[in-house]
C-alpha cells in the first residue's frame, strides 16, 4: 500500500508570505480570499486564498482552531464562505443552487470528516458505497475494491459500531475515494491509526493524487504532511506559512515556530456540531476518539 513521491513543479498558489500567481489551465480547487465569520465574533477564515492544480496534495496544518475544518468545508461546498469565492474545475460554488451542489459534492468531490460521519445502520460496504448508492449507481464491486484498498474486505457486512475507531476511519477513506473524485479533502484522516495503517492511507491519497486527483488533506502530524507535494500552515484563520515538499523536520520546526508566536492563545479542540453528509443532509454523525500520532516517514 505504499506509494511513490509525487512530482514537485509551482506550488499550490496561496495568501501569504509566499504568494504564488497560478498559470496554465484552471485549477482543480481555487479558493479566492475566503472568510468565513461565524456569529458571535469568531473569524475562522481570515481571506484564505489557494489554487491547487489536479495530480496535487497539499497538507493544512496549524494549531486546534486556527480554521483547517472551517477550510475543508468550504473549499467543499459544506459551508458557505462569508464572503470570498470557492471554485472546484472552474464552477464557482456559490453560483449553484442546492441541488446541483449537492450532486457536485457527491460526484467530484470525497470528504473525510473528522467526525468520519458513517451512517451507524449501514453496513460497512454500504456505507462505503454510499456516494454510488446516492448516484442511482452499481456499488457493490467498486466499494469491495476501495474496502480492499484500506484492508477492510472481510469486514463489509459488519456495522460501524463494531469496528474500531481506526477500522472506521478506513471505511470513511474508502467512501471518499469510491467515486474517483477529482477533489478528495480529508480531516485528519490518519488521526486514529496505528503508524503502519497510517502510511497505508497516506499512500492511497499519494496515489489518487498521481492518479491526477487533487488531495487537501488536514493533519497534526508533520510525517503525514511529508507525503504531500506542498504544506499550508493556517493561523488564526490565515495562511501564515507554506512549503514545498516539505519534510517532517521541516513541518514540525514550523509548527513550533507557530506555537510560540501565538502562544498566549490556548490550544483548545472548538465545539464542532456534527455536519452533514455532502450527499445525505440527515445523516448522524459517528464520533470516535481523536489522534495518535507516529513516527513512520516517507522521505
Ligand atoms: N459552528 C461554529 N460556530 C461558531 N464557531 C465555530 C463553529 N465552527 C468552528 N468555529 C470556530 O472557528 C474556529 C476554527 O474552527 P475549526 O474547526 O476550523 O478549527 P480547526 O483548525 O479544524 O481545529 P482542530 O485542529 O481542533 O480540529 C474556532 O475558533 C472555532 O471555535
Ligand atoms: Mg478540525
Not at 113 to 139: C, D, I, K
Request: aromatic share 4%; with cysteine.
Amino acid at each position: 500500500m505504499f506509494g511513490r513521491r509525487g512530482s514537485r513543479e509551482a506550488p499550490a498558489g496561496g495568501q501569504g508570505p509566499s504568494d504564488t500567481v497560478a498559470t496554465g489551465p484552471v485549477p482543480a480547487l481555487d479558493l479566492d480570499s475566503v472568510h468565513r465569520a461565524y456569529p458571535g465574533g469568531v473569524t475562522a477564515l481570515d481571506g484564505v486564498s489557494l489554487r491547487v492544480p489536479g495530480g496535487r496534495m497539499v497538507a493544512v496544518l496549524g494549531r486546534s482552531g486556527s480554521g483547517k475544518s472551517t477550510l475543508l468545508q468550504c473549499a467543499a461546498g459544506l459551508d458557505r464562505p462569508t464572503s470570498g469565492t470557492v471554485r472546484i474545475g472552474g464552477t464557482q460554488l456559490a453560483g449553484l443552487g442546492e441541488a446541483p451542489l449537492t450532486r457536485l459534492r457527491r460526484d467530484r468531490v470525497g470528504f473525510v470528516f473528522q467526525s468520519l460521519n458513517l451512517v451507524p445502520s449501514l453496513s460497512v460496504l454500504e456505507n462505503a458505497a454510499l456516494p454510488l448508492l446516492l448516484a442511482g449507481r452499481g456499488a457493490g464491486d467498486r466499494a469491495r475494491a476501495a474496502l480492499a484498498a484500506v484492508g477492510l474486505a472481510d469486514r463489509a457486512e459488519d456495522r460501524p459500531a463494531q469496528l474500531s475507531g481506526g477500522q472506521q476511519q478506513r471505511v470513511a477513506v474508502a467512501r471518499a475515494l469510491v467515486t474517483e473524485p477529482d477533489v478528495v479533502f480529508a480531516d485528519e484522516p490518519t488521526g486514529a491509526l496505528d503508524p503502519v495503517t497510517a502510511a497505508g492511507v497516506l499512500a492511497l491519497l499519494r496515489r489518487a493524487a498521481d492518479d491526477g486527483r487533487t488531495v487537501v488533506m488536514v493533519t497534526h502530524d508533520p510525517v503525514a504532511a511529508a507525503w504531500a507535494d506542498e504544506a499550508v500552515f493556517l493561523d488564526a484563520g490565515r495562511v501564515a506559512a507554506r512549503e514545498v515538499a516539505p519534510r517532517s523536520e521541516d513541518v514540525r520546526a514550523q509548527l513550533h515556530e507557530l506555537g510560540r508566536r501565538s502562544h498566549e492563545a490556548p490550544d483548545v479542540r472548538p465545539h464542532r456540531p456534527p455536519t452533514p453528509l455532502p450527499y445525505e443532509p440527515d445523516a448522524r454523525a459517528c464520533r470516535h476518539p481523536a489522534a495518535s500520532p507516529y513516527e513512520r516517514s516517507p522521505r
